[in-house]
């Protein structure tokens, strides 16, 4: 998890909140702000979470090159 999903997963929360009560109160203005603020923090946690499988990708290939040279170092000697 990184900033981004962190940041989105708040975003997300806060305007899923304040959605709500411009909901309960009748105030179209909180309602569409809220929801604009959850498709905020929904697209930053989506780009946190790509951030995040881009990393966990790089760290498998990396691991997986490691593992190769070993390979290749013990069936040269």
């Known amino acids: 998890m990184n900033k981004d999903t962190v940041k989105g997963t708040m975003d997300d929360a806060a305007g899923r909140a ?3 009560v411009g909901e309960w109160t009748g105030d179209t203005k909180s309602q569409v702000e809220g929801a604009t603020q ?3 923090g ?3 946690k989506a780009w946190g979470n790509v951030k995040d499988a881009a990393r966990d ?4 290939n990396r691991a997986d090159d490691r593992e190769r040279k070993n390979d290749q170092n013990a069936n040269r000697h």
């Open 18 to 20: 304040k959605r709500q």
């Open 38 to 40: 959850q498709v905020k």
């Open 42 to 44: 929904k697209a930053e």
């Open 57 to 60: 990708m790089d760290h498998g």
